[in-house]
């Protein structure tokens, strides 16, 4: 790649997608009903040339020298740090286990202790194994309401984020290294000051908190400085939300839902079943639990303005501009709602079909009788939330399925009215210590602004930071102080219900860093104060009984405080007179959204993040300009044409990706690229969306315009990659799903076509001597794309990140992938997933061609991989029609770098250049529970059993949405043997008859029947 110009056009799918040559074939030919790319749908040679290689074109070549020293930049050894690995210390205070607590560290046994990690202000609770001091997994707290087990993304890469080498490791001042006593020394003058003028000149600048603590030391701080101003910005902030609730409530309250009781759900562009929503982990949980076709089954209807996970679970599916939802909800609801107040225009005649929609929807939600559910995007305006409120009373939800709290945000504040105010001050000279505690404004502030040059500019004499990187706004301040990570410091936070939740560390801080506690007492005159003391004072005042070392150290080890769910509050939605017009259809209309995989930019440098594919586009490495077929065609563009967009006089330039179902005169750009100061991964990838984001268009826009530039820029996205050929895609899909009234009617439809169990040449293997058989089911109708499964499954077996390049030569590493597939009308397609790990083939294909012997089925059915055996000759791999072994081209891996050392997973095999790898249904967590069992049935003299349900795999443990279950399918009473007897249980290109022993339960749609008419 060079000046962002491809030199391996040739590489599928890096070739351009010729759209006038798709639309020709489209029209001449019958695409596969399910299709996973554009090229797919339209059955190019391009595509037809991957469906048929093991590898895309060019993965098994050695043809660019450059490759490898690619890579090893970007995951490359930090030699400075060398001696680390044997430096690792457990915090001083006591910290205490989940589990058990030995009396000494036992090599080999993993300790878990309960903590959480912060985004954007909720606590996302979670169980940390820790192997001999070292943190090596995230877990979810199974006994924490949030939780339930299940993690996201964000927290499950957080573990590399704390072993990022890129990292602050010092505190410095002017760029030269400094010492903590010297920056206590030296703002110990500055701060007298402000104290003489009541700290008239004082200015914090934090990011949204949730911590008890912290609010309290704040309060005490500003006691002390009565004039100096607390400030709020993140990107990704709420105001909307909080805006909303004041509209129509009159104070500021939290919205909490109950999806396990909701029998409708309408999003208006809320994409809840994503990582980052608040509470998406619950959400995710209880919709899954109630997408079971057997039981009370939901129904799902997403309007949206950019295509998204949540969309891709809907039973219906509405495209619609983000400016539109106003008076699409009037138009819904107001035949039905007349209380609604304010006005609307009609909809154009051209509407007419997606008015008859809106009501049908509406007639649902009232029929369900206050078992429904409206929830509405954070980027819609106030307005539409204060109508979502309405609505959502009117039905009769509130108290049932819809509940107000007390805000879990400390300090509530309008963030972009708070960063305005900040700004202001700062260019009227009134701010004369400026102190930044986390967040990136200099790097994502709205544009217009301009907080950077202020910054830089002002006149603000001491400008101090304290975050975890050296990044764009600590290049613009005095002092930098080196943040400790949530995992080696001492904190609390609430979950998206207020439930708080403890955080202790789990090894002493690498690089000396400084929690926000510390920041802010060194601030108020107590730098000594340790982040324990701070913490465990605080809730020492708030328990002053006899009892409190018991509440403590039990607190600890659960991870949170029962009890401290904020109880619901009564409060009534008053009329709003708002004005809903439509939007002008002709005109662009620009969105900003978090990046499913980077967020607002702070994972930039999370390499796990960047390699994981987007859930709808599987794009990897950069974001891009998502655009509809329909906008695309129009305008003559083609995927990776570069274009600048343009808004409110403002332009930025990337690449074309066109996105199926995407609505059309519409513009989606992702936010957290293009960082110029983020570490080896983060910088310089993609671009930077936030150049055209401004106060009054933070989320959306219309007045874009999109110009060609005439360049090419080449894309990373798996998207058609690992195809799988089913020779007769149209009638044996690879993802099955029916109406509900379909599966009512014919049961059995998914397994159609599966063989004879004793159709087969081969002599069967004696699973005799073995008292377990291992197998697993994904239940697609549960699955909701979340790619938690993937993240979980790199960390626990230390799968390598490749980078780029390798990425679009097919090279990409993970042991599970999640496909996407479409379906149906390119502009609106249904969408569907399909988690995709080894199958463990009864009958397996690639163990009949291996030379050396290095694939072989164990005696409890695995595919095992002998790795020193592995020579190399990957014909396992051409064999496997699942396409799921995974080659190491290179030393993927970096075994330099010090910190990743300290990071790995000790019970996991180490593979190299030349070897072949792949799910092993995490048997190092099989091998532990059989050595654990059969001591325990040893001591309590009876017979060895693992329990079912005590062993789960890595992607199993991690999923929020309890899609994926693993067991022992000799047990009929396992659950996974029950799953499996369930008619909706089939296998994957079954008819081959290599009898996996990972099968799928088909997915069911419920639609409503006055829709599907
Ligand atoms: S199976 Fe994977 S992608 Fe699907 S919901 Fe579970 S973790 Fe997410």
């Not at 991964?681 to 009054?696: E, I, V």
Request: hydrophobic share 35%.
């Amino acid at each position: 790649m060079e000046n962002g110009k491809s030199k391996r056009e040739d590489v599928c799918p890096g070739k351009k997608l010729d759209r006038a040559a798709v639309e020709r074939q489209l029209k001449e030919t019958k695409g596969p009903e399910y299709w996973r790319s554009l090229e797919e749908l339209a059955g190019s040679p391009e595509f037809q040339d991957m469906l048929h290689r093991e590898f895309p074109k060019g993965a098994s070549e050695w043809l660019d020298s450059v490759s490898r020293r690619g890579f090893l930049q970007l995951m490359g050894a930090s030699l400075a740090m060398a001696g680390m690995s044997g430096c690792t210390k457990l915090p001083l205070q006591e910290i205490v286990p989940y589990v058990r607590q030995p009396e000494q560290v036992i090599p080999g046994v993993p300790m878990y202790y309960a903590t959480a990690f912060t985004l954007s202000g909720y606590a996302n609770p979670l169980l940390v194994e820790s192997h001999l001091g070292r943190p090596t997994k995230i877990e979810g707290n199974s006994l924490h309401p949030a939780s339930l087990g299940g993690t996201d993304i964000f927290a499950q890469a957080s573990i590399l984020g704390m072993y990022d080498p890129d990292r602050s490791q010092a505190i410095t001042h002017l760029g030269d290294v400094a010492s903590w006593a010297g920056f206590v020394k030296e703002i110990r003058g500055p701060l007298a000051v402000q104290k003489a003028l009541g700290g008239a000149g004082l200015r914090i600048l934090t990011q949204t908190i949730s911590s008890p603590t912290l609010k309290d030391q704040m309060q005490a701080f500003l006691a002390m400085y009565p004039q100096a101003k607390w400030h709020v910005y993140e990107p990704v902030n709420r105001d909307n939300v909080l805006e909303g609730s004041k509209l129509a409530f009159g104070e500021v309250v939290e919205t909490r839902y109950d999806f396990s009781k909701a029998d409708v759900i309408v999003s208006l562009d809320a994409d809840f079943l994503s990582p980052g929503f608040p509470g998406s982990t619950r959400y995710i949980r209880d919709f899954a639990a109630r997408r079971n076709p057997d039981g009370n089954m939901n129904r799902l209807y997403v309007i949206e303005s950019s295509p998204s996970a949540t969309g891709a679970k809907a039973d219906h599916r509405l495209s619609m501009r983000a400016g539109d939802a106003l008076s699409f909800m009037r138009m819904m609801f107001m035949p039905a709602f007349a209380q609604l107040g304010g006005t609307h225009t009609q909809p154009s005649p051209a509407m007419e079909a997606e008015l008859q929609r809106a009501h049908s929807i509406a007639n649902d939600l009232r029929r369900a009788g206050g078992g429904s559910v409206v929830i509405v995007g954070d980027h819609q305006p106030a307005a539409v939330h204060a109508v979502g409120h309405h609505i959502n009373q009117a039905l009769g939800n509130v108290g049932k399925t819809v509940f107000y709290t007390d805000p879990v945000n400390a300090n509530p504040v309008n963030q972009v009215e708070s960063l305005r105010d900040l700004v202001s001050d700062m260019r009227a000279g009134k701010v004369d210590l400026l102190v930044i505690m986390g967040g990136n404004p200099a790097y994502d502030a709205p544009a217009d602004l301009g907080f950077a040059d202020c910054l830089k500019n002002s006149k603000v004499a001491l400008r101090i930071y304290h975050c975890l990187y050296q990044n764009e706004t600590a290049e613009l301040c005095h002092w930098s102080v080196n943040e400790a990570h949530y995992l080696e410091a001492w904190s609390d936070g609430r979950a998206y219900d207020g439930t708080l939740s403890l955080i202790q560390p789990l090894i002493a801080p690498l690089y000396a860093g400084k929690s926000v506690h510390e920041m802010l007492a060194a601030l108020a005159d107590a730098p000594d104060a340790s982040g324990y003391d701070i913490v465990r004072a605080y809730w020492r005042k708030q328990h002053a009984g006899s009892e409190f070392e018991e509440w403590w150290r039990k607190s600890l080890h659960d991870g949170w405080i029962e009890g401290t769910a904020y109880a619901p509050k009564a409060v009534t939605a008053k009329l709003t007179e708002t004005v809903a017009g439509w939007s002008d259809p002709s005109a662009i209309e620009v969105n900003f959204r978090h990046d499913p995989s980077v967020y607002d930019g702070q994972f930039s440098n999370n390499g796990w993040l960047q390699e994981l594919p987007k859930p709808m586009s599987k794009l990897t490495w950069d974001n891009a300009v998502l655009i509809g077929p329909k906008m695309a065609d129009r305008e003559g563009i083609k995927t990776m044409d570069v274009v600048t967009l343009e808004l409110g006089g403002r332009k930025i330039t990337g690449p074309v990706w066109i996105q199926a179902g995407h609505p059309d005169h519409s513009v989606t750009v992702h936010l957290g690229y293009g960082r110029r100061k983020a570490g080896r991964a983060g910088t310089g990838a993609g671009f930077d969306a936030y150049a055209l984001r401004t106060t009054n268009a933070l989320w959306f826009a219309t007045g874009g315009k999109l110009t060609k530039t005439g360049d090419h820029y080449q894309l990373a996205s798996t998207q058609g990659y690992q195809t799988m050929d089913t020779g007769d895609g149209a009638t044996r899909p690879l993802v099955r799903e029916a109406t509900l009234e379909e599966y009512r009617k014919e049961p059995k439809f998914a397994k159609a076509d599966e063989p004879p169990a004793a159709l087969t040449l081969y002599p069967g293997f004696d699973y005799k001597k073995s008292p377990d058989a291992w197998g697993m089911t994904i239940d697609l109708n549960a699955c909701v794309g979340c790619n938690n499964c993937i993240v979980a499954c790199q960390s626990e077996n230390n799968i390598a990140v490749v980078g780029k390049e390798q990425v679009v030569k097919g090279r990409h590493m993970h042991w599970i992938r999640v496909d996407a597939y479409y379906q149906g009308d390119r502009d609106a397609p249904k969408a569907h997933f399909q988690p995709v790990p080894c199958m463990q083939c009864e009958d397996a294909p690639c163990e009949l061609v291996c030379p050396v012997g290095a694939t072989v089925h164990s005696s409890e059915g695995l595919n095992d991989q002998v790795y020193n055996r592995c020579i190399g000759t990957r014909y396992c791999s051409n064999n496997c029609p699942y396409k799921v072994r995974r080659f190491n081209f290179l030393l993927f891996e970096d075994w330099e770098t010090p910190q990743y050392k300290l990071m790995r997973n000790p019970d996991v095999s180490v593979r190299s250049r030349g070897v072949m790898e792949k799910c092993t249904y995490c048997v190092q967590r099989i091998t532990q529970h059989r050595i654990d069992a059969e001591i325990a049935a040893v001591r309590e003299n009876r017979q060895f059993k693992i329990e079912d349900g005590s062993l789960q795999t890595a992607c199993q443990q991690s999923c929020p949405a309890d899609a994926i279950v693993f067991g022992n399918i000799n047990d009929p009473k396992s659950r996974v043997a029950k799953l499996k007897a369930l008619d909706r249980n089939y296998g994957l290109l079954a008819d081959l008859n290599t009898r996996p022993r990972t099968t799928y339960l088909a997915e069911i749609r419920n639609p409503n029947p006055e829709l599907e008419t």
